[in-house]
Each structure stands twice: as structure tokens, then as C-alpha cells.
T-cell receptor, first 107, second 115 residues
Framework: GIQVEQSPPDLILQEGANSTLRCNFS?????LQWFHQNPWGQLINLFY???GTKQNGRLSATTVATERYSLLYISSSQTTDSGVYFC?????????FGAGTTVTVRA | GAVVSQHPSWVICKSGTSVKIECRSL??????MFWYRQFPKQSLMLMAT?????????EQGVEKDKFLINHASLTLSTLTVTSAHPEDSSFYIC???????????FGQGTRLTVV
């Protein structure tokens, strides 16, 4: 199956800082999604982005499918951005998840 | 987006009993749903693919007789953990694709504790 690697594993930010999370995958994919898992475990959809660039408020994402990576940008981080961010890619119609990046934003 | 609802949010059961978890697609029909399991501080691992009107497809290493999946309608899939043991304690999450069969949406998850 497709291997999905996320970096860094942990990220500590001061409120207001910007950050970049990375997702590398080992084969071409039809689907790539970014999620934020809140403290209660709910997975919140951030982006459906098999290729190209999208923006939603302070978050944006870019996927370069030919080079097999995706980036998630968080700008002007807030304490509510804390949590685990997962990248997931479609592998034979199923989603394979990376290990996640745990983001902690300090006031 | 699509709405996927999971019930219950949490459950505590005694060792040896069975627990049923429901996953519903509220505003769309889902011929396929997916069941994941997540241990603390770990990622989501796919357990099985639930197919409406047919048998589920289980991932390698997942016991079919322990985790019974029934997808009896286009909006409901159930996962039954049979003869639960403490090692089955985990966070179980279901998902379904939207109407365009592209983006995946997830239920709220069920935290199972077996005592």
C-alpha cells in the first residue's frame, strides 16, 4: 500500500506564529485530504486537495501531485488550532492516514 | 459537506458482553462505509469496508467473527464488537464518501471501554 509520512511529528507554536506541515506519499493518488482532530476525537475536514492550492481563512494547502507531497499552512495561529493534523491519501478506494502532526499553540 | 452521525459517543461494557455501534449517513446515501480504529496517541487504522447488501471486506489481521459489520441499508452501517475484552478498548470511527463519491467525512467516533 501507499506509505504516508508526515512531518514534523510535534510542533509547538507561540500564538500568532505561522507554520508549515508536510505530507509525503509514496505513489500517485486520486485523493488527498487534510483533517484536524479535535480534543474529543472528531475529525474535521480541512481540505480535499488531490492537486493544486486551496485556501480557507487562515489555513491553506498545496499539493504537488507529480512530486508526491502536500503542505498545510497555518497562519497567525490561535490556541484553538491546537490538536492533531492528519494527512490521508486514497489507496485502492480506501484512505490511508499518516501518523499525524501534533500542534500545540501557546498563548 | 456530508453529515455522518455515529452512536453512541462513548460506552462502557463488561468483559464478555457485546457492543453495537451505529454509523448513519444523514443527508446522502452511502453504498460503502469504512470503519477505523484509533489507539491513544496513534493514527487511524482501517478495520473494514462495509458494503451495502453484501459482506464486509476486512483488513489483514482484523477478526471477522469479533468485529461483525452489517450494512443493511444505504444510510446505516453497524459494527458489533462481540465478546469484548479490555484489549478491545479503543476509539472507533466510521466514515463515508459524499454524494460525488470523492471526499470522505467522518462520524464523531465511539470511545469503547471494556472493564
Amino acid at each position: 500500500g501507499i506509505q504516508v509520512e508526515q512531518s514534523p511529528p510535534d510542533l509547538i507554536l507561540q500564538e500568532g506564529a505561522n507554520s508549515t506541515l508536510r505530507c509525503n506519499f509514496s505513489d500517485s493518488v486520486n485523493n488527498l485530504q487534510w483533517f484536524h482532530q479535535n480534543p474529543w476525537g472528531q475529525l474535521i475536514n480541512l481540505f480535499y486537495i488531490p492537486s493544486g492550492t486551496k485556501q480557507n481563512g487562515r489555513l491553506s494547502a498545496t499539493t504537488v501531485a507529480t512530486e508526491r507531497y502536500s503542505l498545510l499552512y497555518i497562519s497567525s495561529s490561535q490556541t484553538t488550532d491546537s490538536g492533531v493534523y492528519f494527512c490521508a491519501v486514497e489507496d485502492d478506494y480506501k484512505l490511508s492516514f499518516g501518523a499525524g502532526t501534533t500542534v500545540t499553540v501557546r498563548a | 459537506g456530508a453529515v455522518v452521525s455515529q452512536h453512541p459517543s462513548w460506552v462502557i461494557c463488561k468483559s464478555g458482553t457485546s457492543v453495537k455501534i451505529e454509523c448513519r449517513s444523514l443527508d446522502f446515501q452511502a453504498t460503502t462505509m469504512f470503519w477505523y480504529r484509533q489507539f491513544p496517541k496513534q493514527s487511524l487504522m482501517l478495520m473494514a469496508t462495509s458494503n451495502e447488501g453484501s459482506k464486509a471486506t476486512y483488513e489483514q489481521g482484523v477478526e471477522k467473527d469479533k468485529f461483525l459489520i452489517n450494512h443493511a441499508s444505504l444510510t446505516l452501517s453497524t459494527l458489533t464488537v462481540t465478546s469484548a475484552h479490555p484489549e478491545d478498548s479503543s476509539f472507533y470511527i466510521c466514515s463515508a464518501r459524499d454524494r460525488m463519491n470523492t471526499e470522505a467525512f467522518f462520524g464523531q467516533g465511539t470511545r469503547l471501554t471494556v472493564v
